[in-house]
């Protein structure tokens, strides 16, 4: 079994730990601890090892199901991987472009067809998704609110795209760890029916990614054969990742309602910069954008990297979502830090014009 290199770590990895502003961070900036109780008592794993039953309850009434239909993981990142695990038989439809998780792993236990977004909307064609589907296609995966596009496909769109999963006795696995950015999100796919399976985590839309908390919800014979899986992975979540995720969880409305104002706030100032330099986005649900690359450079790689080289400001080249003409620009940074970045972006600009 291989697994495909993750480009985009890869990238961040060459820059990130070096460069002074981080302006390619998908998720909201991270809330600080002292905004918690920390103390967890004990540390064990947590016990049952799929997570706190309470919790799990919790989580479960927003996908009207129950405790035993969600399982808690080490962030999405693991509930990804665990279903695909899972659900991987020979083949998968993956809707692009996206977190590359979403088919470097699906890929790696069987062959993967994507379809792509059409741009500069990143229109999904209905059509194309029934074309690509076979009838061994045990998963049709999708991201919303989309990383990188940012765009946030509607309720009807998404009914659609469960009818041919459902149709074709696939289960539609939908990523959504941008969901609760939007002011008003859709009903999530795990509360779609037999075929929904929805991951999360509080990583994005909270700004909890040190938790490494996050859950997989849907009909129990896949949560279960994934967690045949985690026991080989994780075992449990951290018991201080659980803690700090019960309290956030609890502390929801406040956190969120805090969450997007500043989302709504970066994404009006990133707008307006970006009409100031003749650059193009789809307006984005979420913190992420994926911008045109500038005239004068022939990639977004070659974009990202001089413009890193010279003014330490780090974007992500859009070459590792598979479009090499675009960048992804996160805003969902502290407000000083957004200015101080777009700043630097522009003297880059005004340089390179
Ligand atoms: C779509 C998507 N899913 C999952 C993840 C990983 O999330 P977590 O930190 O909860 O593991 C990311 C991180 O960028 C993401 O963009």
């Known amino acids: 079994m291989d697994i495909e290199p993750f480009d985009l770590e890869r990238f961040f990895a060459r820059y990130e730990h070096d460069a002074d502003i981080m302006l390619a961070e998908s998720g909201i900036r991270s809330l600080a601890a002292s905004e918690f109780d920390t103390d967890p008592g004990e540390l064990g794993y947590v016990i049952p090892t799929a997570g706190d039953p309470a919790l799990r309850r919790t989580i479960g009434e927003r996908y009207d199901r129950d405790a035993d239909e969600v399982?808690?993981?080490?962030?999405?990142?693991?509930?990804?991987?665990?279903a695909f695990a899972a659900l991987m038989g020979?083949?998968?439809?993956?809707?692009?472009?996206?977190?590359?998780?979403?088919?470097?792993?699906?890929?790696?236990?069987?062959?993967?067809t994507t379809v792509d977004l059409e741009p500069p909307e990143w229109d999904l064609d209905l059509d194309a998704v029934?074309?690509?589907?076979?009838?061994?296609?045990?998963?049709?995966?999708?991201?919303?609110?989309?990383?990188?596009?940012?765009?946030?496909?509607?309720?009807?769109?998404?009914?659609?795209?469960y009818d041919l999963a459902a149709a074709n006795d696939?289960?539609?696995?939908?990523?959504?760890?941008?969901?609760?950015?939007?002011?008003?999100p859709l009903p999530p796919v795990a509360s779609m029916g037999e075929y929904g399976i929805s991951t999360s985590s509080v990583t994005k839309s909270h700004g909890l990614a040190g938790c490494r908390f996050g859950w997989l919800a849907g009909p129990r014979e896949v949560v279960d054969a994934a967690a045949t899986w985690k026991d080989y992975t994780t075992i449990s979540p951290s018991p201080?990742?659980?803690?700090?995720?019960?309290?956030?969880?609890?502390?929801?409305?406040?956190?969120?309602?805090?969450?997007r104002e500043l989302a709504a706030d970066h994404r009006a100032r990133v707008r307006s910069f970006l009409d100031d330099h003749g650059l193009d986005w789809y307006e984005?649900?979420?913190?992420?954008?994926?911008?045109t690359v500038?005239?004068?450079?022939?990639?977004?790689?070659?974009?990202?990297?001089?413009?890193?080289?010279?003014?330490?400001?780090?974007?992500?080249?859009?070459?590792?979502?598979?479009v090499p003409d675009r960048f992804r620009i996160g805003f969902g940074l502290p407000t000083d830090q957004l200015e101080a970045g777009l700043t630097r972006l522009d003297s880059f600009l005004t340089a390179h014009a």
């Open 294 to 322: 500038p005239e004068g450079f022939a990639t977004g790689r070659s974009f990202c990297e001089a413009l890193v080289e010279s003014e330490s400001v780090l974007l992500a080249p859009g070459d590792a979502f598979g």
């Open 90 to 112: 020979e083949h998968a439809v993956t809707i692009t472009p996206t977190y590359q998780s979403l088919h470097s792993v699906p890929r790696a236990f069987g062959e993967v």
């Open 170 to 184: 696939t289960y539609l696995l939908c990523d959504e760890v941008y969901r609760l950015l939007s002011p008003d």
């Open 130 to 161: 029934q074309a690509a589907l076979r009838p061994e296609t045990s998963v049709l995966v999708l991201n919303n609110p989309n990383n990188p596009t940012g765009r946030y496909f509607s309720q009807e769109t998404v009914e659609a795209l």
């Open 71 to 82: 399982l808690c993981t080490c962030g999405a990142q693991e509930a990804n991987f665990v």
């Open 240 to 259: 201080f990742g659980q803690h700090v995720a019960r309290q956030a969880i609890e502390r929801e409305a406040e956190i969120l309602a805090r969450n």
């Open 284 to 291: 984005p649900t979420g913190v992420n954008g994926f911008v």
